[in-house]
């Protein structure tokens, strides 16, 4: 059973740091794309960046774009999320997910590897 466990949310000031991870498990993601996507409550789950499976190619959501660094270290089935500089409306619940498209896609239906986890909050306060 494909499984993703997102960590490393947390509350922190506005203009802080959280790096985030996903441990992916049941199969082997190194030739998947990875993305990150998060979810408001009441509102609709929106990407925020993904990764190629070798690492050369990323994606960026427009508000997250040089503040947020996203990576992947195949040994370990695992994708980070560093982010930077945050501001309140980062606030949300984060999700990661592997879609077999080998450049790494925008579009949440593309990521089918696996049941979506229960995701990490972050909070930023002002």
């Known amino acids: 059973q494909v499984q993703f466990v997102e960590s490393g949310g947390g509350l922190v000031q506005a203009g802080g740091s959280l790096r985030l991870s996903c441990a992916a498990s049941g199969r082997t993601f190194s030739r998947y794309s990875m993305g990150w996507f998060r979810q408001d409550p009441g509102k609709e789950r929106e990407f925020v960046a993904a990764?190629?499976?070798?690492?050369?190619?990323?994606n960026y959501a427009d508000s997250v774009k040089s503040r947020f660094t996203i990576s992947r270290d195949n040994a370990k089935n695992t994708v980070y999320l560093q982010m930077n500089s945050l501001k309140p409306e980062d606030t949300a619940v984060y999700y990661c997910n592997a879609a077999s498209s080998p450049i790494p896609s925008k579009t949440l239906s593309g990521y089918d590897g696996g049941s979506w986890g229960q995701g990490t909050q972050v909070t930023v306060s002002t």
């Open positions: 990764i190629s499976w070798s690492g050369g190619i990323t």
